[in-house]
């Protein structure tokens, strides 16, 4: 196992398969143009296959299979099973928005695939037209049974919970998680790039949740107190349901966060909130072993200081991250591009 510079173990890898999403999240791809990365610097299956066994040789026992949209890749399947057959993996999860997932969870589950978390802020079909631009709830849906249906469990349903959006779904949103054997996390609206239009008054915080959780269901009780490396804090409702809350705006829990990403053009970043990256694209084309690539991410790990989200909080006056000219130079700072 190797440790950053506040003890915390490289263990989680979330891999970005696409920077290309189908859906425009206003708190995620608000604008009407976007700058991509170029075709041929993005990952192939084995290039990807061959970064994920390198992070589980240093110790990552959990790797997230993210995008953009990953399911608008043709070869997810062999990517998964790729990924899957790593020695020493003890969980490979895909995040998704779950539009293109029923078609494929069985086929992802016989890859090896061991759960889904799909993104759902609304169970309003003109409020999905006006969040994310789509018209395709009811295909969310689909995947969300499909999951169940292809013997996928521990699926989790992420829910972004903005002011005068959809804060009056907290309650139906756990319901239907509830009706799927699915664990619902409302998470906090965040300032990370891409986020162009965020501001702090948005923000339904972890309070907020919660008591609009205990209003309709009854007080719920915290689950493992002493936390794990999860971000979400997890909760009780009197009749069993779990539940999480993912507070990174207002309680941010860097201290415990074992996370790194790689970009789909293979850039890794140590924090969602990190100005830069290395990039891992460069060795891999330009020949280096395995031995010459794991010994560059362990010394950066080694170095790693990062307490992005904290950082922010401290902040006298925050607003959004990155401006869109930024992000226009520099699509790395997208959030679709570090993988959420
Ligand atoms: S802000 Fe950075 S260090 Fe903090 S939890 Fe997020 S990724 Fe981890």
């Not at 993210?66 to 062999?78: C, F, I, S, V, Y």
């Not at 003109?126 to 996928?152: C, F, H, M, N, P």
């Not at 309650?171 to 664990?183: S, T, Y």
């Not at 501001?199 to 919660?210: F, H, K, N, P, Q």
Request: glycine share 10%.
């Amino acid at each position: 196992m190797i440790l950053d510079r506040h003890a915390r173990p490289l263990g989680t890898l979330r891999l970005s398969v696409t920077d290309r999403c189908n859906l425009r999240c206003r708190y995620c791809m608000p604008e009407d143009e976007y700058v991509w990365l170029p075709s041929e610097s993005i990952l192939s299956q084995g290039e990807l296959v061959r970064l994920a066994r390198i992070f589980v040789g240093l110790g990552a026992r959990e790797v997230r299979v993210t995008g953009g949209e990953p399911l608008l890749r043709a070869d997810l399947e062999a990517i998964v099973l790729g990924i899957a057959g790593v020695e020493g993996l003890a969980d490979l999860a895909l995040t998704t928005n779950g539009v293109l997932l029923a078609d494929r969870a069985e086929a992802l589950a016989r890859a090896g695939l061991h759960r889904v978390t799909i993104s759902l802020d609304t169970l309003r079909p003109e409020r999905a037209r006006a969040l994310s631009r789509t018209t395709r709830l009811e295909d969310v849906l689909r995947g969300l049974r499909a999951t169940q249906k292809a013997g996928l469990s521990g699926t989790k349903i992420n829910a972004v919970v903005m002011r005068g959006v959809n804060e009056d779904e907290i309650g139906d949103l756990l319901e239907l998680g509830r009706g799927h054997g699915a664990e619902v996390r409302f998470i906090e609206y965040m300032d990370v790039g891409g986020a162009t239009r965020w501001s702090l008054a948005d923000v339904v915080s972890r309070e907020e949740i919660l008591s609009a959780i205990a209003n309709r269901f009854g007080t719920p009780a915290r689950v493992d107190p002493h936390g794990s490396l999860a971000p979400a804090e997890r909760f009780r409702l009197p009749d069993g349901t779990v539940f999480g809350v993912v507070a990174s705006t207002t309680a941010p829990f860097c201290g415990s966060c074992d996370r790194s990403r790689v970009t789909a053009d293979g850039v890794w970043l140590t924090c969602l909130y990190a100005e830069q990256g290395q990039s891992l694209r460069a060795p891999l084309r330009e020949g280096a072993s395995d031995e010459t690539l794991a010994e560059l991410i362990r010394l950066r790990w080694t170095a790693r200081a990062d307490r992005g989200a904290e950082e922010r909080l401290r902040l006298p006056a925050r607003e959004a991250l990155v401006p869109i000219s930024r992000l226009r130079a520099d699509p790395h700072r997208e959030m679709h591009t570090r993988g959420g």
